[in-house]
T-cell receptor, first 111, second 113 residues
Framework: GQQVMQIPQYQHVQEGEDFTTYCNSSTTLSNIQWYKQRPGGHPVFLIQ?????EVKKQKRLTFQFGEAKKNSSLHITATQTTDVGTYFC???????????FGTGTLLAVQP | ETGVTQSPTHLIKTRGQQVTLRCSSQ?????VSWYQQALGQGPQFIFQYYREEENGRGNFPPRFSGLQFPNYSSELNVNALELDDSALYLCASSLVGGRNIQYFGAGTRLSVL
């Protein structure tokens, strides 16, 4: 079945450093979404990418969707302690409405 | 906050028992999805309901069942609980015809002993 993997599983950075998480799907996606889950919280929607090669920015966050629509990345510039949490990508593929979540990347930011 | 509410917040059951979890969707949303999130993992899609009918299912056995009511609230029922069913159960509402963006509730933490 369809699988969505993320690397790294865990990243520890000093505040002010950059951070990137990568997402790879075993199948072509119709779109990809990104969610953030704070410790003890629930996933919160960040963004959706639909077009091949699409790049979107939200302040310090930059999201990319690969040309083949099988991979994506999230880059955070100059991390802050408020960025702490687990970042999940979630892919939607084919005729199904099923959203497949990735394995997540836990970001720890040291002040 | 999303406006999606779940109850109860925590639950402890023993193996073999049955459990019902409840979810109230965000106003205006006509679709509800249920996810299971084990510790340290991503949410796993259980099923989705639209117009009171199951509208997609993940790789979960039939002892996981659901209902959606006319007011778009929903229930997740799990029969014959197993130890591996211990997880955070998340409900998410969305709008059919929208972009399938999931608005999650805070979840129900189920522990099976």
């Amino acid at each position: 079945g369809q699988q969505v993997m993320q690397i790294p599983q865990y990243q520890h950075v000093q505040e002010g450093e950059d951070f990137t998480t990568y997402c790879n799907s075993s199948t072509t996606l119709s779109n990809i979404q990104w969610y953030k889950q704070r410790p003890g919280g629930h996933p919160v929607f960040l963004i959706q990418l639909v077009k091949s090669g699409e790049v979107k920015k939200q302040k310090r966050l930059t999201f990319q969707f690969g040309e083949a629509k099988k991979n994506s990345s999230l880059h955070i510039t100059a991390t802050q302690t408020t960025d702490v949490g687990t970042y999940f990508c979630a892919g939607e593929g084919g005729a199904t409405n099923k959203l497949i979540f990735g394995t997540g990347t836990l970001l720890a930011v040291q002040p | 906050e999303t406006g999606v509410t779940q109850s109860p917040t925590h639950l402890i059951k023993t193996r073999g028992q049955q459990v019902t979890l409840r979810c109230s969707s965000q106003s205006g949303h006509n679709t509800v999805s249920w996810y299971q999130q084990a510790l340290g993992q991503g949410p796993q899609f259980i099923f989705q309901y639209y117009r009171e009918e199951e509208n997609g299912r993940g790789n979960f056995p039939p002892r996981f069942s659901g209902l959606q009511f006319p007011n778009y609230s929903s229930e997740l029922n799990v029969n014959a609980l197993e130890l591996d069913d211990s997880a955070l159960y998340l409900c998410a509402s969305s709008l059919v015809g929208g972009r399938n963006i999931q608005y999650f509730g805070a979840g129900t933490r189920l522990s099976v002993l």
